[in-house]
């Protein structure tokens, strides 16, 4: 079997939807500073080609005016040029596909299917709240232009979710919580199922880890020795003791009677031993 060159290793792609104004900007930008994707917004692409004055640029300015979709090959082309000059291989992509049309050319053109797809699930009223704040001057967060985008979200973006849905490869989130809240989610996506049983999902550099890891098994290693000598000691103390309190009566004995012995000798003189008791005989004869 043949391994696959660096070269020919295809990108990790992550599709990101939801509906307008559900927080997919807010979280892709939060997973790029943790897990170091690139960050692809379609929608950004596509008002940068509008700034940029090329020649699709006032038929995109009109779809997005329409909260219409921009055909399938003129988002797929700035999608692929985004892809090579970020000299990444993951990345985030925002806000595509929008239909089944857009899907099935990007996986023809680009030969990628998603890892997954982060599907970004709040309701309407909310995601009109949030946009109606959002003061960025896009020219279709206007009331009108954001009940067409509904529409659009409903009628053509939701198939695509369930189409990866049907496939297992949907990761829903609540978005209608708070920006940290989501957040939360979304890391939990997004960190390996190793991680979190090793870490509980906070990251610790291998050096740390390996410096801390060393740390912690010396000390186990000692802990366990120390137990191990005071059971020996405690042991030896419990079996030997009827020996141990029998020696130390024969000291105590031996003791006593050394003792007794001085305190005889002090009063009397010279310790009574059998020569001693005849010559007093003999004295008192
Ligand atoms: N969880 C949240 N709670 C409250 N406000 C939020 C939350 N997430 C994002 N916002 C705010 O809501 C607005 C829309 O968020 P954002 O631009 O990330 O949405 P989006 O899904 O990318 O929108 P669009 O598809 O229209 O580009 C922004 O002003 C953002 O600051
Ligand atoms: O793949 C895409 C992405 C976007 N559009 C058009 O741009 C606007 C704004 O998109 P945001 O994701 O909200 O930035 C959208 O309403 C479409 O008109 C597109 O055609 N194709």
Redesign the pocket.
């Given at each position: 079997m043949g391994t696959v060159s660096d070269a020919e290793k295809k990108p990790a792609v992550i599709f990101v939807l939801?509906g307008?104004?559900?927080?997919?900007?807010?979280q892709c930008a939060n997973v790029v500073e943790h897990f170091g994707y690139t960050h692809l917004s379609a929608?950004d692409l596509l008002r940068a080609e509008i700034k940029s004055g090329s020649e699709n640029g006032t038929m995109i300015q009109n779809m997005i005016k329409e909260g219409k979709i921009v055909p399938s090959e003129v988002t797929i082309k700035l999608l692929q040029k985004a892809m090579q000059e970020s000299g990444n291989d993951k990345f985030l992509i925002?806000?595509f596909p929008r239909n089944e049309e857009n899907r099935a050319a990007f996986e023809a053109v680009t030969k990628i299917e998603p890892a997954f797809v982060l599907f970004?699930d709040c309701p309407e009223e909310e995601m009109e709240r949030?946009?109606l704040?959002?003061n960025q001057g896009r020219e279709d967060d206007n009331i009108e232009t954001i009940r067409k985008r509904f529409n659009v979200f409903l009628e053509s973006s939701l198939p695509v979710v369930e189409y990866y849905e049907s496939k297992g490869k949907v990761r829903k989130v609540d978005?209608a919580?708070?920006?940290e809240e989501?957040f939360e989610a979304v890391k939990a996506i997004f960190t390996p199922k190793e991680e979190k049983v090793k870490h509980h999902s906070y990251a610790i550099s291998p050096c740390i880890e390996n410096n801390l890891t060393l740390k912690v098994s010396l000390y186990a290693s000692f802990k366990k020795l120390l137990q191990t000598f005071s059971f020996l000691i405690g042991s030896i103390v419990a079996i030997q003791l009827p020996f141990i309190s029998r020696v130390l009566n024969a000291i105590r004995i031996l003791l006593k009677g050394y003792r007794e012995e001085l305190s005889f000798s002090d009063t009397y003189g010279p310790p009574v031993t059998e020569t001693s008791l005849e010559h007093n005989k003999k004295v008192a004869v």
């Open positions: 939801g307008p104004g559900s927080g997919k900007g807010t929608g925002d806000g970004f949030r946009i704040s959002r978005a919580k708070s920006v989501v």
